[in-house]
């Protein structure tokens, strides 16, 4: 392709980006507790490292996430809530481009066939539907990193020596910085098994880990960023596996992209076996990609939130092959075909699009929440870990809350399965009442503790609408209560307004 046929290859990529970012229903429910982190920095002149927001027992403030949340609440505070959603567009067209660089870098003579990138962009797409989430930062710096050591190993290029400089940056940003030093390892490994020096690797990987100590919490918080990429969270659903009950028939884009990786180096492998002998072709296998493509795949089967990783690695390492494969069959005029269709689907869906902040009308309880507020309804507040830090953002001080999506950072391990066991009116369900008394109830209506919570003389339902419920104790029930506005608008205009203040 000539240089105007690249050009409108990489503006179609960012269309793509856009069009998946603004067609959102909603910002991801961990985002409050983001902006508030990053509101204590910038504001507040500090990094928070104790909890107080919330009215139950907690420990140090482990925020792995922090950096992410100054970037987000510096976007917010100067350029708006739409900016956040631009933000997310440059960080999913980033983390294309620098694979697409990777594809490159690895000898592909014509690394813009649109009929590959079609399958990992979509796969992307759906994991990728809210913005904006901190673990893009991860997601980006992971295909940096593979772009350096994919280049290192091709050059012997003295840039591996930056791996310990982003480690510092990364690790402040997002804890996913343990698998930027995993693909370190994976290198390595590879390389000792092809006989080659690793000295570069050596020095570059233990840098890596001994800068990890450069962070507001010291040594300390290494051990807690170990301890929270390995422990299980068997109540999120997005760590649970690809293939569980719930996700089965979910994540379709991806396991197409999963099976055509899969094919694409059976066939390879096949073919070269025809060629040369056995001992030949396990030879001449290419030892990095085989062992980064098997790790990521095996941890993408085992999480859902890891499925970026394969992604970007299969599409790094996989479009030679495909390109390969289908390059005497098809003609010439598909690539240019498939672009210019794909441009055009994008310029519609853009064009026709009506542009809103996603106010997540069903998926957050903005009418309960305010519905507090003028009531000046205080107290502790008993919601759903996943609206807790929504409820924070709005209502500090005036209502503390249970617990939010911060989970392993500031809580202890007992606080979910309580809240779990209330939700489904599991034996003991009461005990979470009893054990953290809360003055305020807000649940969804679907859980089975909405009819429970409707037949107990302890609670009073005082505000019911189409998908949540708000419960105040019968002996502190008013007589009569103001009603909150009903007009999206009003919940558009005010939806990163905040009581919290530094």
Known sequence: MNKKWITLFFITIFLIAFLISANVNYFDFDLWARLIAGMGVVDGHTVLK???????????????EYGSGVIFYLFLKYFGGYSLILLQTVIIFLIVFVTIQIVKL??????????????????????????????LFSFLFFAIYLYILEYHRKSNSKTIYLLPVL????????????????????????????????????????????????NPWGYEYI???????????????????????????????????????????????????????????????????????????????????????????????????????????????????????????????????????????????HREIEFLKINNLKGNLLINFGLGSFASYKLYPN?????DGRYEEVYNEDMVPLLKQFYLVKENWDEVLKKYPPDIIIIEKYYPIYEKLNSDPNWSNVYDTKNFAVYVKTNEK??????????????????????VKF
């Open 167 to 214: 480690t510092i940056i990364w690790n402040n940003l997002h804890g996913g910085v343990i698998a930027g030093l995993g693909l370190i390892v994976m290198y390595a490994t590879a390389e000792l098994f092809d006989k080659k020096d690793i000295k570069a690797y050596l020095i570059s990987g233990l840098l890596s880990v001994a800068v990890l100590i450069i």
């Open 106 to 135: 690895r000898g592909n003579k014509s690394p813009y066939n649109f009929l590959f990138y079609i399958f990992p962009i979509i796969a992307l797409a759906t994991n990728f539907g809210h913005p904006i989430r901190c673990h």
């Open 50 to 64: 104790e909890d107080f927001l919330s009215y139950t027992p907690t420990h140090t403030w482990w925020d792995h």
């Open 399 to 403: 209502n503390k809350i249970y617990m």
């Open 478 to 499: 008013k007589e009569k209560y103001k009603q909150p506005d009903n007009s999206l608008e009003y919940y558009k205009n005010t939806l990163f307004d905040t009581s």
């Open 223 to 365: 051990k807690f960023l170990v301890m929270a990429n390995t422990m299980p969270r068997p109540d999120v659903m997005e760590w649970w596996g690809l293939f569980s009950k719930f996700h089965l028939y979910k994540q379709i884009p991806f396991k197409i992209f999963m099976l055509l990786t899969i094919a694409l180096e059976t066939i390879k492998i096949f073919n070269n076996r025809k060629k040369s002998t056995l001992a030949e072709t396990l030879k001449n296998i290419d030892k990095s990609k085989a062992i980064v493509l098997i790790v990521t795949l095996c941890l993408a089967i085992k999480h859902i939130k890891l499925l970026p990783f394969f992604v970007i690695c299969g599409t790094a390492y996989c479009y030679e092959d495909f390109n390969e494969l289908l390059e005497t069959k098809l003609p010439k005029w598909t690539e240019k075909f498939t672009l210019i269709l794909i441009a055009a689907i994008c310029i519609f869906g853009l064009t026709v699009k009506n542009y809103d902040l996603p106010l997540g009308k069903v998926e957050y309880p």
